[in-house]
């Protein structure tokens, strides 16, 4: 076994899916893992695994002194990613002012190098000029909604810190899918959604898809190899939804929906649930932000991470039969069935284990607060003042 490096690194968003993953990476990787975590968190996500937690919260930069002290480099992975919110102004203060303070505290300790995970979404615009990267200039104006908005002046605040000195490189994650997805984040839910029979269409739209691990291992390499001010986008495969829908329904062993869902659908269900949501106070199902962003394909070439990084995807279908295992191991699917089928009996795919699963148990509850993409089709009342809904589209990265 390789030495461990005798650095202090501090984490950001750890308890997260992508930030559990790589923080469990890094403690194979360096020999103090600091982890920053709200007092409200979760901390038992940390279980098992050598870190230190130390409380304090991005938004209260007197909080992150104590954080950075000693640290040579930061990761820093924590972001709110919500479609909808009763106060937008959150979603700002915790992804571009928590990272200005961060920039900062970080500065203000000498600290060596500042990783900082954005999103394939301040990059994979339509342009009509081939497939999007690194180098596509976009502007705050191309960005749909509040948080991909954010996340974009997020990074032009880490690129100009980079621009004056500060040693800052940026990834730019796809959509990770694998296991430990605990929210689970949007993408995650399309899994778990499919495998509880509630995906019989399609929308026609499209991303780049990532197993987990491999990202967080391009977080690795870029603090090891990357430029000072540069990007690199972390991602494997561009596909369909329709293709991933086909991926999940191999691992899972049923059939893939075959109906497409025509995109006006979808857009006049959310501009109908928003209007009804408003008036009562409640959060959409549907948000308007994730059907505009479903509207094009955020397809993206991810050549530069290979060859300056030597990042090296393992495939993304092994990732999503991990998906698909841990779900059903974790009691997230109520039946394993493709849409129209019963079945009340799955089995994992890890040794010969059988995993017997009841017709109605309760499934967890909440909202991803990640990348990635979400769609189902219900014939049933709903719960607000229309008769029934499409429900619902959401994607990001």
Not at 42 to 66: F, H, I, P, T
Not at 127 to 152: A, C, N, V, W
Request: proline share 6%.
């Amino acid at each position: 076994m390789a030495a461990l490096e005798p650095i202090t690194t501090l984490i950001t968003g750890a308890a997260g899916f992508l930030g559990w993953h790589v923080t469990r990476l890094l403690a194979r990787h360096v020999e103090s893992v600091r982890v920053l975590v709200r007092p409200t968190s979760q901390a038992r996500a940390m279980e098992g695994l050598n870190v230190d937690c130390v409380y304090g919260d991005l938004r209260d930069k007197a909080s992150l002194a104590n954080a950075v002290e000693g640290v040579r480099q930061v990761f820093h992975v924590a972001a709110d990613y919500r479609l909808w919110a009763k106060n937008p102004d959150e979603i700002y203060e915790n992804n571009v002012v928590g990272t200005r303070n961060l920039l900062a505290s970080s500065r203000e300790a000498g600290v060596e190098r500042f990783v900082y995970t954005s999103s394939v979404a301040t990059i994979a615009v339509p342009s009509g000029e081939g497939l999007p990267d690194e180098g596509t200039q976009t502007r705050l104006d191309q960005m749909i909604g509040h948080y991909k908005r954010s996340k974009f002046m997020a990074e032009q605040e880490v690129m100009e810190a980079a621009a004056k000195g500060f040693p800052a490189v940026v990834v730019n994650p796809t959509t990770p899918v694998g296991a430990g997805d605990r929210k689970p984040t949007p993408t995650g839910r399309i899994i778990v959604d499919f495998l509880n029979g509630r995906i019989p269409a399609y929308v026609d739209t499209g991303f780049n898809v990532v197993a987990v691990e491999d990202v967080a291992e391009g977080h690795w390499l870029a603090a090891k190899h990357g430029r000072i001010g540069e990007r690199y986008i972390l991602g494997e495969r561009n596909m369909t939804l329709k293709d991933f829908l086909g991926l999940v329904a191999a691992n899972a062993g049923c059939a893939a929906p075959r109906m497409r869902l025509p995109y006006a659908v979808a857009l006049a269900a959310g501009y109908t649930e928003n209007f009804f949501c408003s008036m009562i106070g409640r959060e959409p199902r549907i948000p308007l932000e994730g059907v505009r962003m479903a509207r094009h394909k955020m397809f993206v070439d991810v050549s530069r991470a290979i060859r300056e990084l030597g990042f090296r995807p393992t495939g993304i279908e092994a990732a999503i039969g991990r998906a698909v295992d841990w779900y059903i191991a974790n009691g997230y699917v109520t039946r394993h069935s493709p849409p129209r089928r019963g079945g009340r009996e799955a089995r994992a795919r890890q040794g010969s284990e059988r995993i017997e699963i009841a017709e109605d148990p309760p499934s967890p509850s909440g909202r991803g607060q990640a990348e990635g993409c979400k769609i189902w089709l219900d014939v049933l009342p709903h719960p607000a003042p229309t008769a029934s809904t499409v429900s619902t589209i959401e994607f990001n990265t």
